[in-house]
């Protein structure tokens, strides 16, 4: 079910650095995995993936790294800008259910200039 | 890559009305579905739209309060029925080429409910 009155974490970085989102999920079953971008007011923006037979994958200035031992995924973004000030999500894919997905609690990122 | 268009985009409706929402893709996709999104909280999902039948809800979501309509492979409506100010929320429309593909997303429809 859904959960009331939660409040998204917050990750506050300084333009120019590193970022690194965290997200744990729930099923092992889980076999397909998909960040999003979400600005405000806008639907959620996809920006990479990864299977579950890979541990990485890289794009543009993003980093996707996937541990199924401890059922993490993370998303790196390499020298953060303003833009990328936003609620970034990630979703598993459960494998075998018609392609749903399922979306963790979200990280809002604010940059500083 | 699909291009998707959801309207209204916001609306204000009285306590007890239904509000139908139109979803149009721009190429045939197998994939629909809703999903709601409360205010600063994550997606939640609604249903699947399954083309000529009934669509698929996930628990808690039922289809006297959502019905949902998928006549063809481009186009799904979801309708918020006998609302109430608890179903003040984003409502997104999200679709799929495959089942093992990425979805991709509306613009969302902003529903305030009074």
Redesign the interface.
Known sequence: GESVGLHLPTLSVQEGDNSIINCAYSNSASDYFIWYKQESGKGPQFIIDIRSNMDKRQGQRVTVLLNKTVKHLSLQIAATQPGDSAVYFCAENLGNQGGKLIFGQGTELSVKP | ?AV?SQKPSRDICQRGTSLTIQCQVDSQV??M?W?RQ?P??????IA?ANQGSEA?YE??FVIDKFPISRPNLTFSTLTVSNMSPEDSSIY?C?A?T???????????T?LSVL
């Open positions: 890559s998707i197998t994939m579905f999903y409360q600063g909280q994550s997606l939640t999902l699947t698929t628990s808690g997104l999200s799929a495959d089942a093992n593909e990425k979805l991709f997303f509306g613009s969302g902003q």
